[in-house]
């Protein structure tokens, strides 16, 4: 009878660790579905990005800017919201409303040029659907 038990009780245990072993390589896969799915950030827009919005719309950046737009997210979000998302980032910029005046005033290495501004729309229009 204690036997059995023993036998019993390794067998949960196996199960479970064959459980803890699958679930998180099958969720892996699913990250690398999203991820070959969705469009990266192509470097020289990423180079604005890092500059200009890092400090507010990036990992510890600021909650209300976050909420909006988490460009360390980016690559979890559909193509449609990455289209849509870039689109608004391109009007922010071109309305100079992004960066808040504020921080350009305060970073005025952050300002973007225009040269810059014109390379985050033609990236966003990319992003639209033809
Ligand atoms: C100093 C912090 C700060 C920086 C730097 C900053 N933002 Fe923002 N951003 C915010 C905040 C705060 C909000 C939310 C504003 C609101 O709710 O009215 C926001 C909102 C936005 C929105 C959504 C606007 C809307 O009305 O839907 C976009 C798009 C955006 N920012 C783009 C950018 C881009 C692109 C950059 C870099 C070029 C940038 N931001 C830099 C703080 C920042």
Known sequence: MKKLTFIFTLLIILSMAVVMVVIPSQSKGQ?????EQTNKIPDNINKIVQNSCAPCHMQGGKGMALAH???SNWETYSPE??????ASVCKQLTKGSMPPKGFKASHPDAVPTAEQIKA???????LKKK
């Open 31 to 35: 990250n690398k579905t999203v991820k």
């Open 69 to 71: 737009l988490n460009f």
């Open 81 to 86: 919201k990455q289209a849509d998302k870039a």
């Open 120 to 126: 985050v729309c033609d990236w966003a229009d990319s």
